[in-house]
């Protein structure tokens, strides 16, 4: 069974920060793994999709890499801004048909 | 604005009270979920709609009663729910079941007292 685990639960910093937050998975036998960010009391928006074939994906200011064999992905969040204060879930696909497994989410707090 | 709306978006029921929460998308997809955020714990997929046909039920209790009248709507409908039962509940929607990204909505948050 597919377990995904992300570290740290939560991370205050101040603004202009770069930094990253962790997901790691037990089998790296996957089809696809997600990161989304959740407001708070909202539901999910998507923000980037990895592929199992790619290393990485890029939008903006986000970049998401994957390990697959290593069981680990890394979202790196460069030149942090408050608006960019959520919780931020990363979510894998073990198969091509499969649903997603989530994690438990790191809260973000980047303060002016 | 994801094109996932969810009505209501705040829901307090007794434990003998039924009620249902209503879903809609305007995607044109053809897969729906429900998930269960509850605190501290990573989002439960709870049912999986395709093409209007139920493809996955994760042992959610009785209590928790779906339906997807057609391929824009899914419902959630609930009875005799327990405390522990209170949770934000998500809906999603995508292109096709398993394949693609997920589309959420905003969630009905719930209380059971």
């Known amino acids: 069974k597919q377990e995904v685990t992300q570290i740290p639960a939560a991370l205050s910093v101040p603004e202009g920060e770069n930094l990253v937050l962790n997901c790691s998975f037990t089998?790296?036998?996957?089809?696809?793994l997600q990161w989304f960010r959740q407001d708070p009391g909202k539901g999910l928006t998507s923000l980037l999709l990895?592929?199992?074939?790619?290393r990485e994906q890029t939008s903006g200011r986000l970049n998401a890499s994957l390990d697959k064999s290593s069981g680990r992905s890394t979202l790196y969040i460069a030149a942090s801004q408050p608006g960019d204060s959520a919780t931020y879930l990363c979510?894998?696909?073990?198969?091509?048909?499969?649903?997603?497994?989530f994690g438990k989410g790191t809260m973000l707090l980047v303060s002016p | 604005e994801t094109g996932v709306t969810q009505t209501p978006r705040h829901l307090v029921m007794g434990m003998t009270n039924k009620k249902s929460l209503k879903c809609e998308q305007h995607?044109?997809?053809?897969?729906m979920y429900w998930y269960k955020q509850s605190a501290k714990k990573p989002l439960e997929l709870m049912f999986v709609?395709?093409?209007?046909?139920?493809?996955e039920n994760n042992s959610v209790p009785s209590r928790f009663s779906p339906e997807c009248p057609n391929s824009s709507h899914l419902f959630l409908h609930l009875h005799t729910l327990q405390p522990e039962d209170s949770a934000l509940y998500l809906c999603?929607?995508?292109?096709?079941?398993?394949?693609?990204?997920?589309?959420f909505g905003p969630g009905t948050r719930l209380t059971v007292l």
């Open positions: 999603a929607s995508s292109q096709d079941y398993g394949t693609d990204t997920q589309y």
């Open positions: 089998d790296s036998a996957i089809y696809n």
């Open positions: 990895i592929q199992s074939s790619q």
């Open positions: 979510a894998v696909r073990s198969s091509g048909y499969s649903t997603l497994t």
């Open positions: 995607l044109g997809h053809n897969a």
């Open positions: 709609y395709s093409l209007e046909e139920r493809v």
